[in-house]
C-alpha cells in the first residue's frame, strides 16, 4: 500500500527548484518511503525521532529532503533545501529550526488541529 504524502509549509514548491536529477532522487527516495523501503541515500535525521534525511549530491552542491515516517500512515515531507554551509556535514542551524516548526505543523496536522 502506497502511504499518502503530505508537503508541509513551501517544502514542494522549493524541491521543484532543485535541478531535476536531484528532484528525480528525492521523488523516488519518498517513494521508497511510501512502500515501506528505505533509499540507499536515506538516513535518520540526529536529534528527531522519526525524522529521515535524503542526502542528494548534484555538481558539487548538496541538496537535502527531510521527511517524518512515524505519525500514522502519512509521510510528512517536511523541509528541503540546499546545503550551504561547507563547513562539515552538519546540517545548518537555521535548517533546523525551520525543520522543528514544520515537525510542529505536521503533528498538529495527524492531529487534527
Known amino acids: 500500500m502506497l502511504k499518502p ?12 527548484k532543485f535541478p531535476d536529477d536531484v528532484q528525480s532522487e528525492i521523488g523516488y527516495a519518498l517513494y521508497q518511503a511510501q512502500i515501506g523501503k528505505k533509499h540507499h541515500k536515506t538516513k535518520p535525521l540526529k536529534g528527531f525521532d522519526g525524522v529521515m ?49 514544520r515537525l510542529k505543523r505536521a503533528n498538529e496536522l495527524h492531529k487534527g488541529k
Open 5 to 16: 504524502t503530505i508537503w508541509i509549509c513551501s517544502s514542494l514548491k522549493d524541491l521543484k
Open 53 to 101: 534525511e535524503i542526502v542528494s549530491d548534484y555538481d558539487k552542491d548538496t541538496y537535502r529532503g527531510i521527511y517524518a515516517y512515524k505519525l500514522g500512515e502519512n509521510i510528512y515531507v517536511l523541509h528541503a533545501f540546499k546545503k550551504k554551509s561547507n563547513k562539515g556535514i552538519k546540517t545548518p542551524k537555521e535548517e533546523i529550526e525551520v525543520l522543528k516548526q
